[in-house]
């Protein structure tokens, strides 16, 4: 199986309203909830693909509750997560349907004491023996040291488990010195690690700082690898237009399961693109397109730039 | 004890923010939630007053849970909430910290179902038998039918109680015609009910619509009330600055206490614009400033206007 390692959940909700203005009274035409943070979003592409997915990390007061009775729908993803006496955050997003934009309010999310770290800590050791692969995605909780990825990453090499790591700033910077096998940075945050905006020698500067692979985000146009195999870029054959939200986390899921299956790099970059497309492509945030990802996954160009 | 009526409860969420900006995304500072709807305010408010308080209405799905376990926590409130299938809504008060001011969202409630409304009504009877008042609040959740105020307000006046309707729009309307003991409109509610904005013409013609006294409020300016014993207007003896939150509802309470005590008109309204100027000047949203409540109470000027 492989697993995913969400320490800050979240209750994704949606509100819709005919037109966002501040400091107005609004009266919201449609809610819905989904559940949740980077490694759930990432746990329920895999269960929608067919692999075997256990999601663990925090889930805490009603709002976990919530939570977990949304991921109990989601088909294939064992629910592994370890309860906190904090209350799992919230996000909110809400669309403007006149604008078709989206301003986004995300809660902190619950403060995890050093007993229940100590505890997930266990957990962890216990998941990864039967895990082929390991995601750990996004922010920290408060309370979670800021080296916690490092920790995580180390005992994955240590149970020969290969490990992606995506989050951002100086959780990201920590660990990636404890070497995971990939990163999965976008733009921005290519950036902060490395102090470069220019994709290509970034990605190859934050190869250098520990990660065995680099894999680039550049949006619209694809992914940026750079791999002890080889350098690649792998764009989609046509731009496709939507709602960019849950595409990052669908590159991780395509990247992971393509692994597992022992395909080579520009395969497993072939089908990261193909999701991501179809998560773009999909009529709700987050979910992916079956028939976008067939047919873009046979005609992603994957070229040595 | 006095009953109080909240058809459509709610989880009040406020959210602070540094800055308020359209279609960005932003990080909460504050989270904080408390039991809402007009009617379960009136109740906090007169539990806080030491008055015996009984909540009724319905509460639904994990937030009417969380609204139900902070209803424990109000002092002397009993909850009488029925519950019901759908999922009491949450309404959201983002604070803009910097620009000090607020942009609501305001879910719509749970689909009642008729099965549901009777279930109510039957609870109301048995809970009018011990009841000295009854305050019917707010609007009305989907499913409800539009004249439910005036079968509860003819309930009450057949069970002999007095009954005070605070809300709007039709259901106002059609409730007024059932012949409340008491209405209490803002500006606009009297204007939409009367098609006139003169406050003292539109106060009266209310009466003859129906309610043997309507009390008008004013905002900073107090109340206005047009009665059987005769015509006042209730004034605080200054401006007080703050949040207008709940202050409408804290006219309620002190209406319904003062009533209770067998209190006359002027007495009734001076303790109503006291408790109001005292919420006002509180420094949390829907809470009333016993300082300053007591410090109002003997000056408000009761004049026939």
């Given at each position: 199986m492989i697993l995913t390692v969400t320490l800050n959940t979240a209750l994704d909700v949606t509100y819709r309203v005919p037109r966002m203005r501040p400091h107005a009274s609004h009266r919201v035409s449609e809610v819905t909830e989904r559940p949740g943070g980077k490694g759930v979003n990432v746990a329920r592409v895999l269960g929608a693909l067919g692999c075997e997915v256990t999601a663990t990390g925090f889930a805490g007061g009603p709002v976990g509750e919530v939570l977990r009775g949304l991921l109990a729908g989601a088909p294939g993803v064992v629910d592994a997560l370890l309860p906190c006496a904090g209350t799992t955050r919230r996000t909110l997003a809400v669309v403007d349907e006149s604008a078709g934009d989206t301003t986004q309010f995300n809660e902190a999310g619950p403060h995890i004491t050093p007993a229940e770290w100590a505890a997930f800590r266990d957990r962890y050791e216990d998941l990864l023996r039967p895990a082929r692969a390991v995601a750990l995605c996004g922010s920290l909780p408060p309370g979670v040291p800021v080296g916690a990825y490092a920790v995580l990453v180390r005992a994955a090499r240590a149970a020969g488990v290969p490990v992606l790591l995506d989050t951002s700033g100086e959780p990201l910077r920590r660990g990636v010195a404890a070497r995971p096998e990939m990163i999965k940075p976008n733009a921005a945050e290519l950036a902060e690690l490395?102090?470069?905006?220019?994709?290509l020698p970034a990605t190859r500067d934050a190869r250098r700082r520990g990660a065995h692979a680099v894999i680039t985000s550049l949006g619209a146009d694809g992914l940026l690898a750079a791999t002890a195999q080889g350098t690649w870029q792998a764009a989609p054959p046509r731009a496709l237009t939507g709602n960019p939200t849950g595409a990052g986390d669908s590159v991780v899921a395509g990247l992971l399961s393509a692994l597992t299956e022992g395909l080579d790099w520009p395969e497993r970059l072939a089908r990261a693109v193909a999701l991501s497309a179809a998560t773009v492509h999909a009529p709700a945030a987050g979910e992916f397109d079956p028939r976008t990802y067939e047919e873009v996954r046979g005609s992603v160009k994957v070229t040595a730039p």
């Open positions: 490395t102090g470069s905006r220019d994709p």
